[in-house]
């Protein structure tokens, strides 16, 4: 196979100097968010760039520039005048600079994806039995080649935004401003769920933390909210199966003739919703992460779960560490595709998160579910104590935990004949 150069456009380098040499107030600052020496592969353009980057906006043009060049020795690197002539005469007008940026950033991802494919594969030849390691190191080096989103930080904007959040506040009333749970004494006190949240729900084995946190994913789907569950404890269709029985109230291991009705209209509802499940046992939180960007990409997600943190894999030279860097990359997460995540989280014998404190400092929410009086076979008092709540008040919630239909509810008096 014959070498070949890496993809690069010296026109469009040529172009975007020219656009800075021609309306440097204008374009030079534009260019600087937009690009950095990296997205020169050129060396005289690299040159150019760093130089003009260098100088201030108001007094950048072709005199000083060249000026600065011939003060640092790199005015012969470049070729002399005549190629600061020739960037200077390749742009009539500068109308066309956000098209050249464009395509300088994506002859530069397309350098990085190469260069990347070629660190793989040296990797690959070099592995030594730990293959999955090596896998992670690849993937999260695939995903830090997407450029991240620059988030705009002048005090203006920030303050339109945040006057933008008071006035739904207020027009919300005693309405909740986030994404509601279904059961209203939670909604209440907690405000819903926000994007950007990790909410952890934790709990002993056995209290029902699955079947909370798939019921509201399944309840904020019925209500066109595209969500996604990441299962890493049950298979996908064993979720499908306990979502029908949950909608439909029907026992799975007593299931009756007159219960495929009921049953058949909960099947119809889910197919329609957009409710997403991915199988997650053994993954690490990158692999969680990436499939999360897809889906936020492909369907736009608004809500996901996780179940749950301790049967992910991070990074770390012990087993708290590991859980650490689980937790920091939910956070993550949650930040960079602006959705409200549900962490589920098992509970150590005293009461307290399992095997990392970093979970409960990460978290902007923690529910913890506790068995509320003697436990029952078919229906079970839970309190959910809200002990942290960056949104919200911190208090203790009654709820009913159907247990034979794996369903919560707000807290009532239970009919005998429900």
């Known amino acids: 196979m014959m070498d070949r150069l890496p993809p690069h456009s010296p026109e469009a380098e040529r172009a975007v100097i020219g656009c800075c040499i021609l309306s440097p107030i204008d374009c030079l600052p534009a260019c600087m968010e937009a690009i950095n ?3 020169f592969y050129n060396l005289r353009n ?3 760039w760093e130089t003009a980057a260098g100088m201030a906006a108001d007094q950048l043009d072709i005199i ?3 000026q ?13 005048d005549s190629y600061l002539s020739e960037c200077q005469d390749s742009v009539p ?11 300088l950033v994506e002859k530069r991802i397309s350098r990085d994806i190469i260069a990347a494919c070629a660190r793989a594969i040296a990797d690959a030849y070099e592995a030594s039995g730990d293959t999955g390691a090596v896998l992670d190191r690849i993937e999260a080096l695939i995903l830090s080649i997407r450029p991240n989103q620059k988030q705009c930080s002048e005090i203006k904007e920030l303050v339109r935004q945040a006057i933008g959040k008071i006035e ?13 749970t279904g059961l209203h ?8 769920v926000h994007p950007g949240e990790m909410v952890v729900v934790a709990a002993f084995p056995g209290t029902g933390k699955t079947a909370l946190a798939v019921n509201i994913a399944v309840r904020a789907a019925f209500e066109g909210l595209p969500t996604a569950i990441f299962s890493a404890e049950m298979q996908p269709v064993q979720l499908v199966v306990r979502s029908i029985c949950s909608e439909s109230r029907v026992n799975f291991h007593r299931v009756r003739q007159d219960d495929f009705p009921k049953m058949m209209e909960a099947v119809t509802r889910l197919s329609s919703a957009p409710l997403y499940i991915e199988q997650a046992n053994q993954l690490s939180i990158a692999q969680i992460c990436a499939m999360g960007r897809r889906l936020k990409q492909k369907h736009g997600i608004k809500l996901a779960v996780i179940d ?8 770390g030279d012990n087993r708290e560490q590991e859980i650490s860097s689980i937790s920091k990359g939910v956070k993550a997460m949650a930040m960079e595709l602006d959705i409200p995540i549900l962490a589920l989280s098992q509970l150590n014998d005293d009461g307290k998160l399992r095997e990392s404190r970093a979970i409960g400092q990460d978290a902007d929410t923690i529910w913890k579910l506790e068995n509320n009086g003697a436990v029952q076979p078919l229906v079970q008092p839970i309190k959910l104590a809200i002990i942290k709540c960056r949104h919200g008040a911190t208090g203790g919630i009654d709820l009913t935990f159907m247990k034979e239909y794996t369903r919560f509810e707000n807290m009532r008096k239970i009919d005998e004949n429900d």
């Open 308 to 315: 749950y943190i301790q049967l992910l894999r991070g990074t």
């Open 64 to 66: 000083s520039l060249r």
């Open 185 to 192: 004494d939670l909604d209440r006190m907690s405000d819903g």
């Open 46 to 48: 690299k040159i150019l």
């Open 37 to 39: 020496n990296g997205h």
């Open 93 to 103: 007008s500068t109308a066309n600079l956000p098209a050249w940026l464009e395509l």
């Open 168 to 180: 739904t506040r207020f027009l919300n009333g005693a309405n909740i401003t986030g994404i509601s």
């Open 68 to 80: 600065t060049l011939k003060d640092s020795g790199q005015f012969d690197k470049i070729g002399g």
